[in-house]
């Protein structure tokens, strides 16, 4: 496989599969389950988000590549290699596969597990491509906001949220605070704050309240 991979936005490969090579970290966590072929230098997998772990990358199959030809199947794990799990930034190199590659390995009649990881509430919020800047790097669900003070000698902080869910009219999230601030907000990490979009010098923000506005 090219190690001159593309570079993909988090947007690109959630839930998508992907064919990557085994590199030195699939190659621990396949050993350490006893699950290593000897045959196989590629592994298939699927790119989803874990609400707390971030992008995780679940390997499917074991397989062997070779250039110009569709990848050959050694090994399909079962329980759709739930056992077998790493974080997405530990997946290099590795290619996307089409929907069309996908369909021609059964994969996508595969996904029926992913419903544990994306209730209604997540999907709505994950298909938000607004809050996609705010979005922390290999974390899908959490975002930067503004925490806003009740007086005006307490400055303005940016924390990390973790987005929960929205207002029936898309207007309002609400999510756990994830670092405590430093200054005194009346607020500490686990926390639940409101979030919202608001406009700031010609800019959009993402402002989070301490209580319910």
């Not at 759709?80 to 089409?98: C, F, I, K, Q, R």
């Not at 929907?99 to 544990?116: G, I, M, T, V, Y």
């Not at 925490?147 to 000698?153: A, M, S, T, Y």
Request: charged fraction near 25%.
């Amino acid at each position: 496989m090219n190690e001159r991979m593309p570079h993909y936005t988090d947007r690109e490969i959630v839930n998508r599969w992907a064919l990557a090579a085994i590199n030195p970290a699939i190659s621990r966590l396949l050993s350490g389950k006893g699950t290593m072929d000897p045959g196989a230098d590629g592994c298939i997998g699927f790119f989803y988000v874990d609400h707390t772990e971030g992008i995780m990358f679940r390997i499917h199959s074991l397989c062997r590549i070779e250039p110009g030809k569709p990848p050959e199947i050694m090994v399909d794990f079962e329980n759709h290699g739930e056992s077998l799990v790493l974080p997405s930034d530990e997946v290099a190199p590795y290619t996307l596969l089409s929907n069309k590659a996908a369909n021609d390995h059964s994969l996508l009649e595969e996904q029926r597990w992913l419903l544990f990881y994306e209730p209604e509430a997540f999907h709505a919020l994950r298909t938000r491509v607004d809050l996609d800047r705010f979005r922390a790097s290999g974390y899908f669900d959490d975002a930067s906001a503004i925490l806003c003070p009740h007086d005006q000698e307490t400055i303005p902080e940016v924390v990390w949220v973790r987005l929960e869910d929205q207002s029936c009219n898309g207007a309002y999230f609400r999510g756990t605070l994830l670092n405590a601030p430093h200054a005194n907000f009346g607020v500490h990490g686990g926390d639940m704050l409101m979030v919202r979009f608001a406009e700031h010098e010609g800019e959009r923000i993402l402002v989070a309240d301490t209580v319910p506005p």
